[in-house]
Structures are given as structure tokens and as C-alpha cells.
């Protein structure tokens, strides 16, 4: 994360498709954490309207990879 770049647990964000979604919970995914010895920051996310997929829908994405692609509306 850049410094000053945060992600607002609660907060809605809207991605560049024009859905918008909520962040639910930032994660570490342990995911290789035995052979690399990292956790990858996640964010923990629920589509708030229909799209492509159904409202309600949960995604998770790297901290760097949401803040590439989310912009934040507020609370």
C-alpha cells in the first residue's frame, strides 16, 4: 500500500465497471506462507447491486490490486 492509501472497513467503493461494493474485512492470505514465509494483504468484499453478478456476491482481492481499481465514496 502506498503511504497515505488506506481501505475503510464499511466503506463503499465503486470499481471502474461502475458497480459498487462494500469492504467487509481486510485479510493476510497465507497462501504459500510456508515456502515464502509472506502473507498477502486482502480485502474481503460484497457487491451492493447487480451486475454481472448477483447483489450480495463476496470477493476477495490483493490490498494493491483493489486500490488499483476502486475508487472510495465514503461511508
Given at each position: 500500500m502506498e503511504p497515505g492509501e488506506t481501505i475503510?472497513?464499511?466503506?463503499?467503493y465503486?470499481?471502474?465497471s461502475g458497480i459498487e461494493y462494500?469492504?467487509?474485512?481486510l485479510l493476510l492470505d497465507?497462501?504459500?506462507f510456508e515456502s515464502?514465509?509472506?502473507l498477502t494483504p486482502s480485502?474481503?468484499?460484497?457487491?451492493?447491486q447487480d451486475g454481472k453478478f448477483s447483489k450480495g456476491t463476496q470477493y476477495v482481492r490483493s490490498v494493491e490490486d483493489f486500490l488499483r481499481n476502486f475508487?472510495?465514496?465514503g461511508t
Open positions: 475503510n472497513v464499511g466503506g463503499t465503486r470499481h471502474r462494500q469492504v467487509e474485512k497465507a497462501t504459500g515464502s514465509g509472506n480485502v474481503l468484499y460484497t457487491q451492493l475508487e472510495y465514496l
